[in-house]
């Protein structure tokens, strides 16, 4: 299934393409608008509301007849139905150092690779619902098997995804259960439809990873090569700080995923997203070709960053780099 990676005379689908709405998933994304605003809901809801509603249920009903495929939706449907405990009448009180060491703890023990906290911004949160509960953000790692992840877009490296978004939605559903459990407020927030906050503004805050050129995070040890979820909640923390490791600097020079993507739709250069200049991905092209092969994830796997043993010595590069600069 899928094209191999180094194929870049990929055409969209006509199929898929008559299902495509005359809105630019560009404009609902507010690409060069120079106000900020919250964001609005593009892709990953399956309620109706949003413009791209035919071509999101024509990527479900691709393929449905995989047993493998339908095995690994359902390895992320289980810890998703998981229930969320009552919130315990003992609320226990420590102070904001023991409970980042304990939340924290308890992340990693539960299957998060990496842990970060932030205060929770109401601009994270889409504009047709309503603020969610919780001032802090618990923003949780994991890590793909790179070898399946570099597969893309084989069904290899759609599973592999799955089983992330299966881990990390058991974790931060478990964690959240630990916190009610200790008489505070936590709602887990899992991908890809976390339906109404923005995860990755918040796992930058919480000194997860730096946005990449491919629109993707960037973290100094796991490179592109893992997914998110995030727990919000009342827990008396304090923030970390967002991470500055020079993979910025090094994407501006970078063009390994530029020539890696089929449809051509990473920028060499920044651009303006409601009134912020990051790097961004065209959505009307990548999406026609993430949904033509059920899966993509090929910028990650070939993001330098994300092979693993390098994150390391790329840091230290660019620490250097900025010495002698």
Known sequence: MGKPNDDLSWTPNPELMELWPDTSGNTINGLSETESRPPSPVF???DGSIAHTDVLHYFYN???DNERLSLARKLREEPVAMPLVDISNEKIL???DDWIRSAKQTALDLGADQVGICEYQPEWTFDDRPQPKGGWAIVLAFAHEYDNLKTAPHDDAYVEVM???????KTSKLLANWIRGQGWYADPKMGPNTEDVLMIPAAIA??????????????KELGSNFRLSI???DLPVEADFPEDFGS????????????A???DAISNSKQIVRGDEKWYVDFDKCVPYFVDNLVCGICLAVCPWSRPGIADNLVKKMARRRITS
């Open 94 to 96: 420590k102070s904001a």
């Open 62 to 64: 691709r393929d449905k």
């Open 44 to 46: 990953w809801r399956t």
């Open 248 to 259: 910025e600097e090094f994407c501006q020079n970078c063009q390994i995923c530029v020539n």
């Open 231 to 233: 727990v919000l909640t």
């Open 206 to 219: 919480a000194g997860i990873g730096q946005l990449g050129k491919h629109g993707s995070l960037i973290n």
């Open 261 to 263: 993507c089929p449809p």
């Open 163 to 169: 089983v992330q978004y299966a881990r990390a939605a």
